[in-house]
């Protein structure tokens, strides 16, 4: 059977796993450009991009919960 909740529960997983892959990768090369000020400072904005992204997923999740619930 077909279930919004299903469906937007199972996409908003694979896209915070998704971005808390994307986080994890980028955070580890921290150290690859520490003596390149314009790369480490490169680094840095993406993971703030990708910290917003995920607040943004969570903050839509919570404002539209009822939408998120299994029926």
Known sequence: PFSTGYVLRTTAKHMRK???????????????????????????KTLAFLHTMRKNLDDFQALNSETFKTE
């Open 18 to 44: 998704s971005i808390d892959i994307s986080i994890r990768k980028t955070f580890d090369r921290i150290p690859e450009f520490a003596e390149d000020k314009e790369k480490s400072s490169e680094v840095f």
